[in-house]
Nanobody, 122 residues
């Protein structure tokens, strides 16, 4: 069992940056690949980024490639999403998830956080 708690969301102007954190409980964090996702009101969930257990491999959706960076610190049981050059269309609730398989994490997780709101003003 893994419990995930996101933080770092907030209100930012277009062009600004935010760093989201996802803290995991338990001692098996390094056993999971991690993903970041978002859901805007009235829209389907969108997969954004994935990172493997070691942090050596990452994958990004085209919509965020070059602007967002996923990283992890297994010693701190935390995965991060650095978001730069934010746009109003990035406004959404952002979630992290853990998946035992890196090949699957981009599509969803076995365990999910509760989400953190990101609002980008124009």
């Amino acid at each position: 069992q893994v419990q995930l708690v996101e933080s770092g969301g907030g209100l930012v102007q277009a062009g600004g940056s935010l760093r989201l954190s996802c803290a995991a409980s338990g001692r098996t964090f390094s056993s999971y690949a991690m993903g970041w996702y978002r859901q805007a009101p009235g829209k389907e969930r969108e997969s954004l980024a994935a990172i493997d257990r070691s942090g050596d491999s990452t994958y990004y959706a085209d919509s965020v490639k070059g602007r967002f960076t996923v990283s992890r610190d297994n010693a701190k049981n935390t995965v991060y999403l650095q978001m730069n050059s934010l746009k109003p269309e990035d406004t959404a609730v952002y979630y992290c998830a853990a998946n035992s398989e890196y090949g699957s994490v981009f599509f969803g997780g076995d365990y999910w956080g509760q989400g953190t709101q990101v609002t980008v003003s124009s």
